[in-house]
């Protein structure tokens, strides 16, 4: 199933390192909700297949709510990007809600 991210209106991008994972991921933040890529262009390689897991069994486990996304690509490079999105709080940054939830360290790379 793809699902289309529903846009009010644009993102702000934040390019972010993740701990112990090869390549940086995009954080896209909303005004109500922050999104988390979880994987690059495959969903379906052992590395991705384990980090889409992970991210699936802490956050079921610390009871955060979330909507996991599945994008179609298309073009050079086809496959499915993986995304979680969690609601926006005030009281935290976009990185440290997708830290929190993931509980991994993350870094904004600008």
């Known amino acids: 199933m793809t699902d289309k991210i529903p846009v009010?209106?644009?993102?702000?991008l934040i390019w972010v390192n993740v701990s112990h994972w090869d390549n940086e991921r995009q954080v896209l933040v909303y005004?109500?909700?922050?999104?988390?890529?979880?994987?690059?262009?495959?969903?379906?390689?052992?590395?991705?297949?384990r980090?889409?897991?992970y991210v699936r069994s802490v956050l079921t486990r610390g009871g955060v709510a979330y909507t996991h996304r599945h994008l179609s690509i298309t073009g050079k490079r086809e496959g499915k990007i993986?995304?979680?999105?969690?609601?926006?709080?005030?009281?935290?940054?976009?990185i440290e809600i997708v830290e929190?939830?993931?509980?991994?360290?993350?870094k904004s790379l600008f």
């Not at 009010?8 to 702000?12: L, T």
């Not at 988390?36 to 379906?44: D, K, L, N, P, R």
């Not at 993986?82 to 976009?94: A, H, I, K, M």
Request: aromatic fraction near 6%.
């Open 31 to 49: 005004k109500d909700r922050v999104l988390f890529q979880v994987t690059i262009e495959c969903s379906h390689c052992h590395k991705c297949l």
């Open 51 to 53: 980090r889409v897991a």
């Open 8 to 12: 009010s209106e644009e993102p702000h």
């Open 82 to 94: 993986d995304w979680v999105e969690f609601p926006r709080t005030p009281d935290l940054t976009p």
């Open 100 to 106: 929190d939830a993931l509980q991994l360290g993350v």
